[in-house]
Each structure stands twice: as structure tokens, then as C-alpha cells.
């Protein structure tokens, strides 16, 4: 299958600084990425999804000043996660997906922990 | 906006037994239903989807349902083994989103 490759798995930042993760398909052309962020025992939420070369769509609730997304190539996108805040602790997945396809593949997922 | 309902939360049952778990989307432009088993702190892995132009889909001991009309679908875990024990996620996906449910714990109690 396609490859994902999220980095970076693990990171510790101090509260107010900002963290960027980065979500990169090796195989495929990444025509549409999703960004996750997952709480210990929950589901999966949808933050954003992108679009190459477009301005990412926000789920309802979810700060885009706070969380940058870019997705300037076909393969590469990123989250950025500003000013952040031990609340914005938790684990952070991406998917990508080529157009016209219909399964998204998922990287590897980011545990951010803000102290 | 899109909505998956997961039932149930969680799920015990003996080896050999059959589980299911059941989703409901709301979208009507889902298109495409896929079911992934996570580990902690792992990416989902994908173990079965299905396309909204088919009404079941088996793969061994697990299969897929979907009832377009009524917006729900279905897992179907036959013969449980321990190694089948994990967290189970639908998502109903469209071109533009990809929406998961709110998961089910399984057990398969030895």
C-alpha cells in the first residue's frame, strides 16, 4: 500500500512556543490531506482538511490561527501548532489521499506533550 | 455536518464467539466506508471497506454490510480469537471528508 511518513513521532515543547509536524506521502501524490487529533480513548476528530495548493477547510471548533496548515506540494503538508498550551497536548495523525481515490493512507501519528 | 454514531462503546465476548458493531452516518454523499483496528498510540490499519455501489463485502472471518437506505453499516467478526481484542473504527468518508466514528473497545475473553 502507499506510504505516510509523519514526523515527527514524539515531541516536548514548553508552553508558548510552536511545534510544526510534518506529513509527507512517498509514493503518491497527495491530492487531499486530513489532520486528526486523537484524546487518550477517543475517536479520531477531524481538524482540517487540505487540498494542494488551496487554503485548508476547518471543522467547526477548530482555531486556524492556532492551527496553521500548509499544503504547498503534492507530497508534503504540515501542521503547525502555535503558542501552544498543555491542552493542546495529545496525539496528532495525518491522511492523505490521491483524487480519485478513495482510501486514505495514515502516518505514523505525532504524541505532542506541551509542558 | 457529517455525523458517525458508533454502537457499541464496548464489547466482550468469548473466543470463538461472533461480535458486531454497528455505525449510522448522516451524509448521504458518503461514498466509500472503511473500518480500521488501532493499537495505542499506533496509526489506524485498515481491515475492510466497502463502496456504496455494494451491499456486502466478506473477507474470512470479518465482513462489511451496508444499507444505503437506512445509512448504516456493519462489521462482522466471525469465530473471535484473542488477538482480535482491540479498538474498531468506521469512518464514512465523501471526497472531501473522512469522518470517523466513536470507536468500540472489543474483548475476546479466553
Known amino acids: 500500500g502507499a506510504v505516510v511518513s509523519q514526523h515527527p513521532s514524539w515531541v516536548i515543547c514548553k508552553s508558548g512556543t510552536s511545534v510544526k509536524i510534518e506529513c509527507r506521502s512517498l509514493d503518491f501524490q497527495a491530492t487531499t490531506m486530513f489532520w486528526y487529533r486523537q484524546f487518550p480513548k477517543q475517536s479520531l476528530m477531524l481538524m482540517a482538511t487540505?487540498?494542494?495548493?488551496?487554503?485548508?477547510?476547518?471543522e467547526q471548533g477548530v482555531e486556524k490561527d492556532k492551527f496553521l496548515i500548509n499544503h504547498a506540494s503534492l507530497t508534503l503538508s504540515t501542521l503547525t501548532v502555535t503558542s501552544a498550551h498543555p491542552e493542546d497536548s495529545s496525539f496528532y495523525i495525518c491522511?492523505?489521499?490521491?483524487?480519485?481515490?478513495?482510501?486514505?493512507?495514515f502516518g505514523q501519528g505525532t504524541r505532542l506533550t506541551v509542558v | 455536518g457529517e455525523n458517525v454514531e458508533q454502537h457499541p462503546s464496548t464489547l466482550s465476548v468469548q473466543e470463538g464467539d461472533s461480535a458486531v458493531i454497528k455505525c449510522t452516518y448522516s451524509d448521504s454523499a458518503s461514498n466509500y466506508f472503511p473500518w480500521y483496528k488501532q493499537e495505542l498510540g499506533k496509526r489506524p490499519q485498515l481491515i475492510i471497506d466497502?463502496?456504496?455501489?455494494?451491499g456486502e463485502k466478506k473477507d474470512q472471518r470479518i465482513a462489511v454490510t451496508l444499507n444505503k437506505t437506512a445509512k448504516h453499516f456493519s462489521l462482522h467478526i466471525t469465530e473471535t480469537q484473542p488477538e482480535d481484542s482491540a479498538v474498531y473504527f468506521c469512518?464514512?468518508?465523501?471526497?472531501?471528508?473522512?469522518?470517523f466514528g466513536t470507536g468500540t473497545r472489543l474483548k475476546v475473553l479466553a
Open positions: 487540505s487540498n494542494e495548493g488551496s487554503k485548508a477547510t476547518y
Open positions: 491522511s492523505a489521499r490521491d483524487w480519485g481515490s478513495t482510501e486514505a493512507f
Open positions: 469512518a464514512a468518508t465523501t471526497p472531501y471528508k473522512y469522518i
Open positions: 466497502i463502496r456504496s455501489n455494494v
